[in-house]
């Protein structure tokens, strides 16, 4: 008689042909962060019919479904992100983007079909499994500081045990999964800087304070920070993306704004930067008769997988994929990811999806105008994913 886990491949592999539809889908009909009307009431429409406890929300996009074994049990939770980039798509695929300028350039639609298959194949099976499933569709991750937090908010990390998430990854091919003890991706935090000064005739400087000079010494300042300040074995990346400020060629500026992020890998120094940023700031614009104003934005923390959860996983994706196929990525990478803001409250692991196809057609890298995802990562993705809820539920 066939073990559990193998009647739950035998469904996903049924679904293989609606899973890569659903994905086609979604990819010709991508919406922007925090506008997912569409794609939330497509995945809720599919997965009303299987029998799967189905919530969503007033408050934002996204929804939760939830196979229920008995109430009084914990959860374990799998995410996918289901939002689309403002970019204008140049891939040649038939299911290309009929809404002009948007695109999933990033797999987020390939996240949202993995989730879906399995869903879908978990509800088939039925069988009492040993405790409770949650499937988390959660919009607006592009934007780093909304939507796993609003997931959260409205009780998605609720009696679950552990969380395990993915992200299509074109550097790997189809076939293989990347994993990474500790930190995986950066946290990723927003400022903007306001320098204050005072206009006056170009040509009568010493009766003004000029923006313009105060902010080029403060930008030049602000990027010795991490050279200087920062230990350089812990990685920190501090860019400033827009400065904008002045109105005439023989006007001082009175005022400039800048606009940038920060990355860091350490929970310490993370918090030290802002305090770093001021002092640096604070010296400038004092000894030049400005003032400023920073506001600094936390965003998604790092993304930090707990050693556990990754043996877990990878022990499940050795046995589908073979060891050989199954890379530790060794570095961290200063990207964000807001599933960070899952695993700085419950254990869990996420993971890189080799998406890299032989042809090379999904092999451009994310948030590229011809980016896309290999349809055959997809029945990996599922396996992988649906074999380690279910070892997970075991061990729980
Ligand atoms: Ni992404």
Redesign the pocket.
């Known amino acids: 008689m066939a073990t559990l886990k193998e009647r739950l491949f035998t469904a996903l592999e049924s679904l293989n042909t609606t899973v890569i539809e659903f994905r086609h889908h979604l990819h010709e009909h991508p919406e922007l962060s925090n506008e997912e009307v569409e794609t939330t009431a497509l995945i809720k429409k599919i997965l009303s019919e299987s029998g799967l406890r189905i919530t969503t929300y007033e408050a934002h996009y996204g929804l939760i479904a939830e196979l229920i074994v008995d109430e009084s049990k914990p959860f374990i939770a799998l995410r996918a992100?289901i939002d689309a980039l403002p970019i204008d798509e140049r891939t040649l695929v038939p299911y290309i983007s009929e809404n002009r300028g948007i695109m999933h350039a990033?797999?987020?639609d390939a996240?949202a079909a993995v989730l879906l298959g399995i869903a879908l194949a978990f509800a088939q099976l039925q069988t009492p499994l040993k405790a409770n499933l949650r499937f988390i569709f959660q919009p607006a991750?592009?934007v780093l500081d909304a939507g796993a937090q609003q997931m959260i908010e409205s009780g998605a990390l609720e009696n679950v045990k552990a969380i395990f998430g993915l992200?299509?990854y074109p550097y790997l091919p189809t076939g293989q999964i990347g994993y990474k003890y500790g930190v995986m991706l950066a946290s990723a935090d927003m400022f903007e800087i306001i320098i204050k000064g005072k206009s006056s005739h170009g040509a009568r400087p010493h009766e003004g304070v000029d923006a313009i000079l105060v902010t080029s010494m403060v930008v030049n300042s602000l990027n010795h920070i991490v050279s200087r300040q920062i230990d350089p074995l812990h990685p920190a990346v501090i860019s400033l993306g827009t400065i904008e400020g002045g109105k005439a060629a023989n006007v001082l500026c009175d005022h400039v704004v800048l606009k940038g992020t920060v990355r860091t890998v350490n929970h310490e120094i993370r918090k030290q930067i802002p305090e770093m940023m001021r002092l640096t700031i604070e010296g400038i614009t004092k000894s030049m008769h400005a003032s400023f104003e920073l506001n600094y934005n936390f965003g998604t923390p790092e993304v930090l997988n707990d050693k556990a959860m990754v043996d877990l996983l990878v022990g499940e994706a050795e046995r589908i994929l073979g060891s050989e196929n199954c890379i530790d990525l060794v570095d961290p990478v200063m990207g964000g990811?807001d599933f960070g803001f899952y695993l700085e409250q419950i254990p869990g692991a996420f993971i890189r999806l080799g998406s890299c196809s032989d042809d090379k057609e999904s092999c451009y890298s994310?948030h590229n105008s011809r980016f896309n995802v290999d349809d055959d990562a997809l029945m990996i993705g599922m396996k992988v994913l649906a074999s380690t809820a279910l070892k997970a539920l075991d061990e729980l």
Do not use: L
């Open positions: 992100d990033c797999g987020h996240h991750e592009e992200h299509a990811e994310q």
